[in-house]
T-cell receptor, first 114, second 115 residues
């Protein structure tokens, strides 16, 4: 149990366009979902925390209007990178938490903006 | 402020040798402690976790970790590494009062395994 599916695993987009990344908990209802960003050779940086039906809580320095998070159900959270630019290129990872399973991570999405 | 420190950015170890990765945390209370492994381009896989009880925790893939309150440490060990253990390892903590809230990650330790 406790599988988190993240799609797409990689995406290339043109500068100025928007990209949506999905994170689904397949066999459990996630209490909370988290979105992280990871630069090469670096640790995970928490971007935001989202609870189903509520507005996401963003970490300091993360632009809410650029990184839109929607958590419409207990099994699905999406991260939309709006008007993407090359500096948004990164590895994005989602995580879901459940009191019984703890934290489960998605396999990540490599975003490249050209 | 809470923090997690992994002093070693990079460790090279020979296949078959023992491995120890260090992790120190700074909190007033005892946090929940985790070790994760990440292969290139992949998400994180949980190796083991400590919440309370026995301070020596057994995990998957032959890993174990020991919680030492006096040293605020939670070091990860493996008696004999395999080439497949080459990866990035992250220590993480969560305040126990924050039920399944956000994790604080260390900077990570890259493990290279030589033949």
């Amino acid at each position: 149990g406790a599988v988190v599916s993240q799609h797409p695993s990689w995406v290339i987009c043109k500068s100025g366009t928007s990209v949506k990344i999905e994170c689904r908990s397949l066999d459990f209802q996630a209490t909370t979902m988290f979105w992280y960003r990871q630069f090469p050779k670096q640790s995970l940086m928490l971007m935001a925390t989202s609870n189903e039906g509520s507005k996401a809580t963003y970490e300091q320095g993360v632009e809410k209007d650029k990184f839109l998070i929607n958590h419409a159900s207990l099994t699905l959270s999406t991260l939309t990178v709006t008007s993407a630019h090359p500096e948004d290129s990164s590895f994005y990872i989602c995580s879901a938490s459940h009191r019984a399973y703890g934290y489960t991570f998605g396999s990540g999405t490599r975003l490249t903006v050209v | 402020a809470q923090s997690v420190t992994q002093p070693d950015i990079h460790i090279t170890v020979s296949e078959g040798a023992s491995l120890e990765l260090r992790c120190n945390y700074s909190y007033g209370a005892t946090p929940y402690l985790f070790w994760y492994v990440q292969s290139p381009g992949q998400g994180l896989q949980l190796l083991l976790k400590y919440f309370s009880g026995d301070t020596l925790v057994q995990g998957i893939k032959g890993f174990e970790a020991e919680f030492k309150r006096s040293q605020s440490s939670f070091n990860l060990r493996k008696p004999s590494v395999h080439w497949s253990d080459a990866a990035e390892y992250f220590c993480a903590t969560k305040m126990t009062t924050d039920s399944w809230g956000k994790l604080q990650f260390g900077a990570g330790t890259q493990v290279v395994v030589t033949p």
